[in-house]
Nanobody, 119 residues
């Protein structure tokens, strides 16, 4: 199983970035996907999530209207489009895959990609 994030970078306030998360080794289309982030000195928090078929999304209040999550099940990839970036968005962004089957929960994490927003 591999979950690999990419696209993190140093960007100025107000800029945009698109993160990608490429998955392999499991049935991607059966998993709900999420982006989490962990800023300096902060706990990891949920940023955005999308259901397995892409029919439903949800966002943290802090990113609503600025970030957009999407997925391409044909490419086993989930994206996070980030616009109007703020210094508070500086964090390591992690991709998470999760599937619940009965009493079993399957979850995979990537290694993270650094996003730094400079004032």
């Amino acid at each position: 199983v591999q979950v690999v994030e990419s696209g993190g970078d140093l960007v100025q306030v107000g800029g945009s970035l698109r993160l990608s998360c490429a998955a392999s080794g499991f049935t991607f289309s059966a998993y709900d996907m999420s982006w989490y982030r962990q800023g300096p000195g902060k706990e990891r928090e949920l940023v955005a999530a999308i259901t397995s078929a892409g029919g439903s999304t949800n966002y943290a209040d802090s990113v609503k209207g600025r970030f957009s999550i999407s997925r391409d099940n044909a490419k086993n990839t989930v994206y996070l489009q980030m616009n109007s970036l703020k210094p508070d968005d500086t964090a390591v962004y992690y991709c998470n895959a999760v599937r619940v089957a009965g009493l079993e929960k399957y979850t995979y994490w990537g290694q993270g990609t650094q996003v730094t927003v400079s004032p």
